[in-house]
């Protein structure tokens, strides 16, 4: 369910919806979570939704990006914003207009508005491995960690 998640990621809920319902009924058919709801077997395996680890995706090939992991030739150019006047962390991307959905939901736009969000002490991790557990440290907090339904900072949906 999530390979290739930074080429496709559905941006219509209801794609969004038929994509959890995958892992819903995967957690239904353990003995333990039979009888509760979606939300809850997901606290109870401490096991985040699908809609965060497509978005958590994103953020690791970004910060790849941004830190030259990937071969120069494959990776696409995210521009940087070099106005340091504004608030957030030290990486914040440019954000460009789209005037279709083709654009808009692309990965290099998608991308942008989550990655401006985050604070500069993940942005700024030493390597991969500190910035996974600095992202999931730091989101885990957040509703939409066990919950699809609910708003993402910086995302579209």
Same mark, same amino acid.
């Given at each position: ?13 209801? $794609?969004i919806?038929?994509?959890? /319902?995958?892992?819903?009924?995967? $957690?239904?058919?353990?003995?333990? &979570? ?5 939300? %809850? ?6 096991? @985040?939704?699908? +809609?965060?680890? +497509?978005? /958590? ?18 990776? @696409?150019?995210?521009? +940087? !914003?070099? %106005? $340091? ?5 030290? &990486? ?6 789209? +005037? ?7 990965? &290099? !736009? /998608? ?7 985050? @604070?500069?002490s ?6 991969? !491995?500190?910035?996974?557990c !600095? ?23």
């Amino acid at each position: 369910m999530e390979y290739a998640h930074s080429v496709w990621n559905s941006c219509s809920i209801g $794609t969004i919806h038929d994509i959890e /319902r995958v892992q819903k009924q995967a $957690t239904k058919s353990i003995k333990q &979570c039979k009888h509760m709801t979606y939300k %809850d077997r997901l606290i109870y395996l401490q096991l @985040p939704t699908l +809609r965060y680890r +497509r978005l /958590r995706g994103d953020m690791i090939d970004v910060y790849k990006i941004m830190n030259n992991l990937y071969a120069v030739s494959v990776a @696409p150019i995210l521009p +940087r !914003n070099l %106005d $340091t006047r504004t608030r957030g962390n030290s &990486c914040k991307l440019a954000v460009g207009r789209s +005037r279709l959905d083709l654009r808009k939901y692309s990965f &290099c !736009n /998608r991308v942008i508005s989550t990655w401006n969000t985050l @604070p500069n002490s993940i942005v700024t991790s030493v390597s991969l !491995n500190s910035f996974k557990c !600095n992202l999931d440290s730091f989101w885990k907090q957040h509703d939409f960690y066990f919950d699809y339904r609910s708003v993402i900072a910086g995302s579209y949906h």
